[in-house]
């Protein structure tokens, strides 16, 4: 049974930042790992979708890498702003359906 | 091309009464899920369906819950005899009509309160 967990379940930063989020999984057996944001009481918007095959993706701001092998994701933020506030969720596909992380809330202090 | 749809936005229902939530998948998507987010806790696969089809139920509940995605018109998920511990934000996903590693896109959610 695939397990995502990310570590830890809150974080609190300045503004101007760098940071890095964590992701890890129990199969590697895995077609792709997405990750989200979800502002409180919204829906998930798509930050990035890495396939199996692939290593990394990048946009803008973000980047984040796969290690299959590893069963490990990380999801890079660079000059975090108080706009990022959010909750940055992990999820991995296998056949049909998403297993997710439960999340990691970040503050982004002004 | 608009995005995955949700309706309604936010649901209240008395304890025994029947929830319909709907889903208008992207246009060109024939594949639909259902995911389930109650409070405090990540997101839970429920049910993955195709036209017709009910390919993957293994996460939904084994009373009360029912899911449907009929020839014409939105995915249908269905909870009868509501209890309080229904109340959660049920989201909806759309992708492709092919197997393997295509994105999955999420509606806004249904809030269903039961009270």
Known sequence: KQEVTQIPAALSVPEGENLVLNCSFTDSAIYNLQWFRQDPGKGLTSLLLIQSSQREQTSGRLNASLDKSSGRSTLYIAASQPGDSATYLCAVRANSKLTFGKGITLSVRP | ?115
């Open chain 2, 1 to 115: 091309n608009a995005g995955v749809m949700q309706n309604p936005r936010h649901l209240v229902r008395r304890r025994g009464q029947e929830a319909r939530l709907r889903c208008s998948p992207m246009k060109g998507h024939s594949h639909v899920y259902w995911y389930r987010q109650l409070p405090e806790e990540g997101l839970k696969f429920m049910v993955y369906l195709q036209k017709e089809n009910i390919i993957d139920e293994s996460g939904m509940p084994k009373e009360r819950f029912s899911a449907e995605f009929p020839k014409e018109g939105p995915s249908i998920l269905r909870i009868q005899q509501v209890v309080r511990g229904d109340s959660a934000a049920y989201f909806c996903a759309s992708s492709p009509p092919a197997t393997g590693g295509h994105e999955q896109y999420f509606g806004p959610g249904t809030r269903l309160t039961v009270t």
